[in-house]
């Protein structure tokens, strides 16, 4: 077989916004809930203390930022000067389970009133450095263990919340404000109901950590310039790695919106690779593999051909909206748009006046490489054959 080569270096498409819209529609995530739901607990109105127990300038600069991001949006976190009910620190576990929770909220209260007693927000340094989460997405994480800490509840999964039951990419939206808000609408009486022993419960928030990857790619293929657009997402990587038949070609930029787009021109039907880098360089996602089937028609195959005096008949597994070219001594003989699955293809036996051998047919559908080449024999009157599968 013929070796498959690049025909031209990669060459990167700008991205504009919304761009990929044009690929069959972004990937849609579940509905956001316009206000972010509440825990049973709270504070007893919109200003809490706290007391950083951070030793690094580092995460003392991350609790300072996620901190600050709140009172903007309208709850005032204050410092406490020596001692508060409320901490925030980081820890370490890279044990196997340690590294499937980014952070959590350990949150101590009477079940009755819902006064917080304590609450221990914090952060766990192994799946920062692990996963490679840089300062604003580990501010994310602060971010949403402070909701926590001030009564939030999750947002839906996959929703563009701070409150994204696994978040690493968001900071606080405007759903999470109307929640916090709505909370905060009203001061807590707390001290009107009798303290009872009885009534404290603990609840632990945790938050899953989130490992960069490359998903929701689609492609688009320009049979004209004989080049393939692939975007897709690679959150939490700068850069993705691109190969086409293990050969690396150049890399791609990967936007702040964590979206990437490349046109590669190339033959053959071999497999491309997509590999999420970090500024460094250094791989942060596994490999994505994109395969002909998802970037090529499928070859056809002839599950039944059958000939009577009147003609020829095939019926393929070709799938409704694809195009069938039938090629004979590489000449186009016929072109059948398909508009149901396994539809049949008719030749008269006028058609097929001195032909004999195989028909070479193609399979070509919008936005798709033509697919390999299949051989449909040219069978006698009288003859049939079948192949099932
Ligand atoms: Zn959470």
Redesign the pocket.
């Known amino acids: 077989m013929k070796r498959n080569k690049i025909l031209a270096s990669v060459s990167t498409v700008a991205l504009a916004l919304g761009a990929l819209a044009t690929f069959g529609g972004n990937h849609v995530d579940a509905a956001t809930k316009s206000i972010t739901p509440a825990l049973p607990y709270r504070y007893k109105t919109d200003t809490a203390y706290f007391l950083d127990k951070s030793t690094s300038a580092h995460y003392k600069g991350v609790w300072n930022s996620a901190t600050n991001a709140w009172k903007k949006n309208g709850f005032a976190w204050k410092a406490a000067a020596n001692h508060s009910k409320t901490t925030l620190s980081s820890y370490s576990d890279n044990s196997a389970s340690g590294l499937n929770v980014a952070g959590y ?1 350990k949150v101590q209260y009477n079940k009755t009133t819902g006064k917080i007693i304590s609450s221990e927000v914090r952060l766990n340094r192994a799946v920062f450095k692990k996963y490679r989460y840089n300062t604003a997405e580990q501010t994310n994480v602060a971010e ?2 402070l909701g ?1 800490a001030l009564g939030l509840d ?1 947002n839906s999964k996959g929703s563009v919340s701070v ?1 994204n ?1 696994a ?1 690493r990419y968001y900071s606080i939206q405007g759903c999470d404000v109307k929640g916090m808000k709505k909370i905060y609408s009203t001061v807590a009486s707390f001290d009107s109901v009798s303290e009872n022993a009885g009534d404290i419960v603990t609840v632990v ?3 899953p950590t989130v490992k960069s990857a490359v998903t929701a790619v689609k492609t688009s293929y320009n049979a004209k310039t004989k080049s393939l657009t692939i975007a897709g997402k690679a959150k939490g990587a700068s850069k993705v790695a691109v190969s086409y038949n293990a050969k690396a070609l150049k890399p791609v930029k990967v936007t702040k919106k964590g979206k990437f787009k490349t046109a590669v021109k190339f033959t053959g039907y071999k497999d491309f690779t997509l590999t999420g880098l970090n500024a460094k360089g250094k791989a942060v996602t596994k490999a994505y593999v994109l395969t002909k089937d998802n970037y090529a028609a499928a070859k056809p195959t002839l599950l039944k051909a059958d000939r009577t005096k009147k003609g020829l008949t095939f019926t393929t597994d070709a799938k409704k909206k694809t195009t069938l070219k039938f090629y004979y001594k590489n000449k186009l003989v016929k072109k059948a748009k398909l508009t149901k699955d396994k539809q049949k293809v008719f030749f008269s036996a006028k058609s097929l006046k001195g032909k004999k051998g195989n028909f070479k047919v193609v399979a070509s559908a919008a936005g798709k490489k033509s697919s390999q080449a299949a051989q449909f024999k040219i069978i006698g009157v009288g003859q049939a054959t079948v192949t099932n599968y």
């Open positions: 909220d949403h263990e926590h999750h409150m039951p978040n928030n945790y938050t």
